[in-house]
């Protein structure tokens, strides 16, 4: 069974705001209704949830977004050299989304995040690694969020990124 389960709290959130290789089209539609209820659970009438990033998109024709990619997303945060960040999605009090591909190879990619963010100061608390893709819990001084990284299913040798960033407090 996959990790994105545990927490149920973390994976409604993760799973409206990260689209992992496991979601179908009605757990995120679940996810986005259940989003758009206050705490007594009856529907209210909330702003749209942004669809997410197109994840088909090749380094080559990926657009490239400024840093900094948002005030509520930490400057500290590194992406690997031959990395194009090229979305980013403000989803509110759930965080901010950044999206990314890469021509490093999966490999490297998850070595990258699990030394060099480690280092930037970025502790992943829980993850899982498969074949084609990973995804790893993390939290910082003033963050917490969520990671994942996948081979891309378009572009031969490339993987795509999505780190979600929650401010803390």
Known sequence: MRSIRVGLVWAA???GALSSCG???DEVEQVKSADSRPAS???TAAAPVPEPADQS????DAKAVEAP?????????????DTT???VEDRGSTGVIVTAVSSAPFGEILDFLNT?????????????????DAEANWEATDYTGRWTIQKSATC?????????ATPVG
């Open 23 to 25: 979601s179908t089209t």
């Open 13 to 15: 959130l993760s799973a």
């Open 85 to 87: 960040v090229y979305d």
């Open 41 to 43: 659970g009856e529907p």
């Open 69 to 81: 990619y948002s005030e509520a997303f930490p400057a500290e945060w590194t992406f690997p050299v």
């Open 116 to 132: 060099d963010e480690e280092a930037n100061g970025f502790k992943v608390t829980e993850g899982e690694t498969e074949d084609n």
């Open 57 to 60: 998109i090749c380094r080559a």
């Open 156 to 164: 031969a040798g490339e993987t795509v990124m999505q780190v979600l």
